[in-house]
């Protein structure tokens, strides 16, 4: 399903409650084991928007930093908001960036490619130095990461071939592994066969390793996000994903382009009341687990 800019999907909700329905239930979100105490939380509705090629104003796309700072030094996440109709002109990155579809419908490649429009779900590459073109079919939003800045456009002129090559997965082509597939989520027998789904994008999920991974978690769902990395950082790409914030008796409602993350060890209570796909990059492992 392509979701456009509405209201609802980049506004976010704060519920002053100690339980939330889900899936036609109550479920008690505040007796799961809480949230690290340094979760830090992005909600898509306190996005702060700026021109993300300054050079060209308000004729480029607008950027909205998650975490990091994209402008400087140093790695980062950000959101990218598209105007319907949006075609930048034939140019390269300094660096390389990947980037998951949130809303919309993007096109990424060659400048004389074929529009191949990547739907809601949907994952790319682009390579260092390599001309390319960014287009958009509706209002549209995506997530990009770096793992350097700071992100700078530049012209053709200044191409260059690192022998890296890009990368479009289409949201059809994601292969989903379940509880039997993978260790990194574990079922139990009360979960009804209500299980996550996990899908490896890119990098080595081990220790001390840098990997981004997509979660889908079914409606219905009431389990943790539980991780010793250190670093780990969660954007909701579809759906709405109830977050459980410690020592807060708060439980906030993550709509698509919100973002919620922590270092070191720590647990993240979550349900679902729809299917709903979260990223996760991570410096490390983390797992997903069905409430018991």
Do not use: C
């Amino acid at each position: 399903m392509t979701l456009g800019l509405s209201e609802r999907s980049l506004a976010g909700l704060l519920f002053l409650a100690t339980t939330v329905s889900v899936g036609g239930a109550t479920r008690d979100l505040l007796a799961e084991d809480p949230s690290s105490e340094n979760t830090h939380v992005v909600m898509a509705s306190d996005v702060q928007w700026q021109s993300l090629n300054p050079n060209r104003g308000d004729a480029a796309p607008k950027a909205g930093t998650l975490w990091g700072d994209q402008t400087e030094d140093g790695e980062s996440g950000f959101l990218v908001k598209f105007v319907d109709g949006f075609s930048s002109p034939p140019h390269i990155h300094n660096i390389t960036y990947r980037g998951v579809v949130i809303a919309g419908g993007l096109h990424n490649d060659d400048p004389d490619a074929e529009p191949m429009w990547m739907p809601v779900g949907s994952y790319w590459t682009q390579p260092s130095g390599e001309v390319h073109i960014t287009a958009a079919r509706g209002d549209s939003v995506a997530y990009v990461e770096i793992q350097e800045g700071p992100y700078l456009v530049q012209p053709p002129s200044e191409a260059f071939d690192t022998g890296e090559r890009p990368v479009n997965i289409d949201a059809s082509n994601l292969v989903w592994l379940n509880a039997s597939d993978t260790s990194w989520i574990e079922a139990t027998e009360s979960s009804g066969g209500i299980e996550p789904e996990i899908a490896f994008f890119w990098g080595q999920p081990a220790a001390d390793q840098v990997s981004g991974t997509l979660v889908k978690l079914p409606a219905g769902f009431t389990g943790k996000f539980m991780t010793a990395a250190s670093t780990f950082r969660a954007v909701v790409i579809r759906g709405q994903l109830h977050l459980h914030l410690e020592g807060k008796d708060k439980i906030a409602a993550l709509v698509p382009g919100s973002y919620f993350g922590s270092e070191d060890e720590a647990t993240h209570a979550i349900a679902t009341d729809e299917e709903t796909i979260v990223y996760v990059r991570t410096v490390g492992t983390y797992r997903v687990e069905a409430k018991q």
